[in-house]
């Protein structure tokens, strides 16, 4: 199964990330194979993602350990090891670091300049924490568990992040959780079938996106934060208003779980959702 996607910021490629293997699509053709194949790991891949101009990719996996590649050439650049399984992995946006969730409930950051573990903390003990995810402006780091607790930590330095709130974001486990692109909206998205949003500022609760008949186990925010996807195991994906909380367009055709969502939003923001 694709546990995760991840489009490349010039667009031209998807990645796609599996149990071990990670594959690069080109996405305007009809050639179905991929262009390059990244192998190394030995687990399941948790999470993909770019440097900001797609000069290298990071991958986390539940073989304990977080790779770097570079894009053009085949085998990993880098390699840290975690003491567990890595659940979730997001770059700063500083560029500089990478942020790592992992089974046994550590969250680590990694300098990618002295190559080393700069700080790690648990935010609940030992409950793992589930993902992870820093705010484009780098103000807020989000990290949510199995139990459905959401912790806001702000970065005082690059080794001291200072617990800013917690609160139950949901009953049941918090798959998924991603922060807008403007920094002004948190998704949770859980296995009781429903994302919420939430005001980033104070981490009220905006809306609750139901309409799910399974887990909602990821989800995408469009580039000007209006819009959400999310993929669902009921086979579906949906695209949410965030205006209004309600499902613009329901995407069926999948015959199996839908675990993984990438946004392709390089066309207009302004669209009209019947004609997508």
């Not at 053709?29 to 687990?43: I, L």
């Not at 009781?192 to 799910?212: P, R, Y």
């Not at 008949?213 to 000007?224: G, H, I, L, T």
Request: aromatic share 8%; glycine share 6%; proline share 4%.
């Amino acid at each position: 199964q694709v546990n995760c996607l991840q489009i490349t910021p010039d667009k031209k490629y998807i990645v796609a990330a599996g149990n071990p293997h990670i594959r690069l699509f080109e996405i305007n053709t009809n050639n179905p194979n991929p262009v390059r194949s990244y192998d190394g790991h030995s687990g399941n891949v948790t999470s993909i993602g770019f440097q900001k101009h797609g000069k290298w990719m990071f991958s986390g996996s539940e073989d304990g350990s977080i790779k770097i590649w570079d894009l053009r050439a085949q085998g990993c650049q880098r390699n840290y090891e975690c003491s567990a399984p890595v659940n979730s992995v997001t770059l700063h946006p500083n560029q500089a670091e990478l942020v790592s969730a992992d089974q046994n409930g550590c969250i680590r950051v990694w300098d990618l300049t002295s190559n080393t573990c700069s700080t790690k903390f648990s935010p609940d003990g030992e409950n793992a924490v589930r993902t992870v995810d820093v705010a484009k402006d780098a103000s807020t780091l989000i990290a949510a568990n199995n139990h459905g607790t959401c912790f806001a930590y702000t970065p005082k330095s690059s080794d001291n992040y200072e617990l800013r709130t917690s609160w139950q974001a949901h009953n049941e486990y918090v798959l998924k959780a991603r922060v807008s692109p403007n920094a002004q909206y948190l998704a949770t998205c859980s296995s009781d079938k429903t994302v919420k949003v939430w005001n980033m500022a104070d981490m009220s609760l905006l809306h609750t996106l139901q309409g799910h008949q399974r887990w909602v186990w990821d989800c995408a925010f469009s580039a000007v934060s209006s819009y959400l996807v999310t993929a669902s195991s009921d086979q579906t994906a949906r695209l949410w208003d965030l205006s209004t909380g309600d499902t613009i367009r329901q995407y069926n055709g999948h015959h199996k779980a839908a675990i993984c969502v990438a946004l392709d939003d390089s066309v207009p923001e302004v669209v009209d959702p019947s004609s997508r």
